[in-house]
């Protein structure tokens, strides 16, 4: 998927990689996803309730080793973490072309989960978008999922049998009216 510049897409944790994140980055789009629990990057900084820890005691962690704090302390991390599946090709003095890793910046925040435990909000939003708002997009995504589940289990569009895209979109706009009819 190639995004539209000038854009923020919110996904789940399939669109969490670093190289989907690359591509946001090289587009000018900004992209907040859901992390899984053991992402492979450095921590660069991390801030816990809003204030920063030492050097000394982020150097050389992961995010996993921040994944044990209280549930009830906020924790923000800076991370860079190196795409497996997107290049750089830069030529070097003597004209040889250099294939070097895509390397990406992002932020992590840790949220808790009550069915599947700590787990990480990712995003390249600069740091002065403040994590609630980050999270915002997160809730706001899940109960747009929410609602499109009650649409399907609820007014049976499990699957539309049809080819027809007007057709399609026709069930749907009759499932949305019916939803809202008390």
């Known amino acids: 998927m190639i995004p539209e510049p000038n854009t923020i897409t919110v ?26 629990c053991n992402i492979a990057a450095e921590v660069c900084e991390a801030y816990v309730d809003g204030k920063q820890l030492p050097k000394i005691e ?6 996993k080793d921040f994944l044990r704090y209280d ?6 991390l800076l991370i860079k973490g190196e795409s497996k599946a997107d290049f750089r090709v830069k030529v070097g003095s003597d004209g040889v072309a250099i294939k070097e890793p895509c ?14 435990g700590p787990t990480w909000v990712l995003t390249n939003l600069p740091p002065k978008v403040p994590a609630r708002a980050v999270l915002a ?7 747009i999922e929410r ?3 009650n649409l399907k289990s609820h007014n049976n569009l499990r699957g539309a049998r049809t080819k027809s ?7 749907v706009w009759a499932s949305l009216i019916t939803a809202l009819i008390p």
Do not use: C, H
Request: charged share 25%.
């Open 58 to 63: 982020v150097e050389g962690k992961r995010p």
């Open 137 to 143: 997009l997160m809730r706001l995504r899940w109960s």
């Open 11 to 36: 996904g789940d944790a399939a669109f969490g990689t670093y190289a989907n994140f690359a591509k946001f980055n090289d587009n000018n789009a900004i992209q907040v996803a859901m992390g899984r």
């Open 165 to 171: 895209r007007f057709l399609a979109q026709s069930m």
């Open 103 to 116: 390397i990406v910046q992002l932020r992590a925040f840790r949220i808790f989960d009550p069915s599947k």
């Open 71 to 76: 549930v009830r302390q906020n924790v923000e």
């Open 147 to 149: 609602a499109f589940l």
